[in-house]
């Protein structure tokens, strides 16, 4: 089995700043791209940023200037420091990884249980 397990959430003033955390742990054999998705109340997920095992990042244009996505590859964890958070900022956000287990012959999506993530105005 594979977990991804996030850690940081919070209740944050507008303004302020949260660091993510997502640990990635099991049978794994290699991990390809990370991110992190939010979902909104009422809203669809939507995708925040990415990184690939190289380390070329990816992000969502409001976020872009604020929100920095990294990864330590021999801790299989990847992170997301949000700076200047605002109020729209405000969601679950979901860890995701695209990786292929031992004994598997594909790559999978795998998710996180979420963790929330509020900005007060």
């Known amino acids: 089995q594979v977990q991804l397990v996030e850690s940081g959430g919070g209740l944050v003033q507008a303004g302020g700043s949260l660091r993510l955390s997502c640990a990635a742990s099991?049978?794994?054999?290699?991990?390809?791209?990370m991110g992190w998705y939010r979902q909104a109340p009422g809203k669809q997920r939507e995708l925040v940023a990415t990184i690939t095992s190289g380390g070329r990042t990816n992000y969502r244009d409001s976020v872009k200037g604020r929100f920095t996505i990294s990864r330590d590859n021999a801790k299989r964890t990847v992170y997301l420091q949000m700076n200047n958070l605002k109020p729209e900022d405000t969601a679950v956000y979901y860890c995701n990884a695209d990786l292929i287990t031992r004994g598997s012959s594909r790559f999978d999506d795998y998710w996180g249980q979420g963790t929330q993530v509020t900005v007060s105005s």
């Open positions: 099991g049978s794994i054999f290699s991990i390809n791209a």
